[in-house]
């Protein structure tokens, strides 16, 4: 089977859709948990399936140094390796050798980089990216793309554009090229996307896309954001791309993000999503609830017998207490950890199904209204006197979700840059 995408409804900008692909149907929107080394961090594929995942996202640049080619090859593909029957996305690299200012090497040819496992020199070029996304079998996959620090000059920007456009059209070349052996073979099909980028200009970000555009990719990534960029250009930019983006293919803004996040670019017509924060928030003891943002090493939570968030159906919530969950968090035990990043998870997806069903019954702004609101007011971001509403609301929320992260970030500071890596995938 082909992948297709059907756009079942716009409602204030935002899509309803449906993807097609070679191992299931994919309703967006949709956020992909990140599974960087055939694993998504704390949960077993068990746990992913009951809390609703429809797509993992695997990461090529590390599953190609670990476990390694030869062993997807031993198992026809990652699905059979991990035991995973549903779609998978991967990424072509691009940005985790960005990581990696100084022990990688960036040309016309591809990007020269050293191996945080044994320390040899790897050469990954688009020909040889899509190469290994193919061996890995992923349902749909993604050009080699320079990615470099949106705060870059209009100039480096431009160069790493242009860059990035030339490889994708080699990138496009090696796929279509094994598309037709893979055909041959019965092998099942695998669909590539284009990665958008440009940083904060309008100017580049439209050039970046009307060229990708003109070219046979079966959708369209927008790259380069949530690397440095403030809120406003984010979302500045993702409605200028959005808006050349031809309706009747899906849209990936990569790494991103926060439930608040989330809404603000499904409001900007994206489809698709993928973010390590659910799982890496999870770690620290911070919960995305019904009532905001709940950080669960904060003391008013020592003697709480409530749930994490009344309002939700998983597991972690019908069985545990937030007493109990601040007691796993402080202790570091590897329990607390996967019962926060299941809830975490759950409700993302949760999350996506609610926008989903208020835009097929053209209510999505309401909706949107309502769950800032709902956030601003909750006593999880411990500010329930918050009444401001739409961008302002927006705005703050962020904010605090964005110190959260920063402090999770100064907790990091001390690992190793290969660590750093790894966990930012």
Known sequence: MKFSFNLTKQNSGARAGEIQT???????????????????????????????????????????LRPGLEVFKSFNGLHKFMNWQKPILTDSG??????????????????????????????????KSIQIQNTIGSDIMMVLDECINSTADESRTREAMELTHRWALRSLNEYKKLLIYDQDQGKPY??????????????????????????EFSGFSIGGLAVGESKRQREEMTEVVTELLPVNKPRYLMGVGTPIDLLEAIRRGVDMFDCIIPTKMAQQGNAYTSGGLVKLTHSNYKFSDEPLDSKCGCST??????????????????????????????????????????ILKER?????????????????????????????????????????LNHVKKKNRGLLVSEMTLENS
């Open 22 to 64: 070679a191992r299931g149907l994919i309703k967006t929107p949709v956020f992909m948990p990140v599974g960087t080394l055939a694993t998504v961090k704390s949960l077993n594929q068990t746990d992913l399936n009951k809390l609703g995942a429809q797509i993992i996202l695997g990461n090529t640049y590390h599953l190609f």
């Open 94 to 127: 691009g940005f985790q050798i960005f990581s990696l200012p100084r022990a990688r090497t960036i040309s016309e040819e591809g990007a020269v980089f050293q191996s945080y496992v044994d320390g040899l020199s790897h050469t990954i070029s688009p020909e």
């Open 190 to 215: 695998q669909a590539l996307f284009g990665i958008v980028q440009g940083g904060v200009f309008k100017n580049l970000r439209k050039q970046s896309a009307e060229f990708l555009t003109q070219h």
């Open 317 to 358: 919530c019908a069985t545990y207490s937030r007493s109990y969950l601040q007691h796993l968090t402080k202790c570091r035990e590897v329990l607390g950890w996967h019962l926060i990043s299941y809830h975490n998870l759950y409700y993302y997806h949760r999350l996506m199904e609610a926008a989903r069903e208020a």
């Open 364 to 404: 999505f702004m309401e909706f949107y209204s309502k769950t800032l609101s709902g956030w601003a007011s909750g006593e999880g971001l411990g500010q329930g006197s918050l009444t401001v509403r739409g961008a302002e609301t927006s705005e703050r929320l962020l904010g605090r979700e964005e110190a959260a």
